[in-house]
Nanobody
Framework: VQLQAFGGGAVQAGGSLTLSCAASGRSFSNNALGWFRQAPGKEREFVAAISWPGRSTNYADSVKGRFTISRDNVKNTIDLQMNNLKPEDTAVYYC?????????????????WGQGTLVTVSS
C-alpha cells in the first residue's frame, strides 16, 4: 500500500495551493483518509480528514474555513485545497489512511502513511 502526496511548493501569504494524495495497492472504500503536517521543530499535527464516500469531514481549528478536503473515490485520491495561506502553515504535509471510516484527529488511529510534501509560505 502506498500513499503518495504531491503538490507542495512555495507561496506567499494569502495565496493558495492544492495538495493531492494518490493511494495505490488497495482501495480505500469504507476507509477514512486524512492530512497531517509537521512544522520545523514541532510535532506532527492533524489538519483534516474525510470519511468514505465523503459525507463527513473533520478540520483542525487552525485551518477551518481556509482549507477544504475532498476525495475522488474512483481515482482513489484525496485533495487538500488550501486558501489564504499563512506563514504558520509552513510544514511538511502527510496524507494518511485508516482501516476504519470515522475521520478522527488522532494520528495513532491511522494505519497507512505517505511521504510528505513541503509547503512553504512566506510573509
Amino acid at each position: 500500500v502506498q500513499l503518495q502526496a504531491f503538490g507542495g511548493g512555495a507561496v506567499q501569504a494569502g495565496g493558495s495551493l492544492t495538495l493531492s494524495c494518490a493511494a495505490s495497492g488497495r482501495s480505500f472504500s469504507n476507509n477514512a483518509l486524512g492530512w497531517f503536517r509537521q512544522a520545523p521543530g514541532k510535532e506532527r499535527e492533524f489538519v483534516a480528514a474525510i470519511s468514505w464516500p465523503g459525507r463527513s469531514t473533520n478540520y483542525a481549528d487552525s485551518v477551518k474555513g481556509r482549507f477544504t478536503i475532498s476525495r475522488d473515490n474512483v481515482k482513489n485520491t484525496i485533495d487538500l485545497q488550501m486558501n489564504n495561506l499563512k506563514p504558520e502553515d509552513t510544514a511538511v504535509y502527510y496524507c494518511a489512511g485508516r482501516l476504519q471510516n470515522w475521520p478522527v484527529r488522532s494520528q495513532g488511529e491511522y494505519d497507512y502513511w505517505g511521504q510528505g510534501t513541503l509547503v512553504t509560505v512566506s510573509s
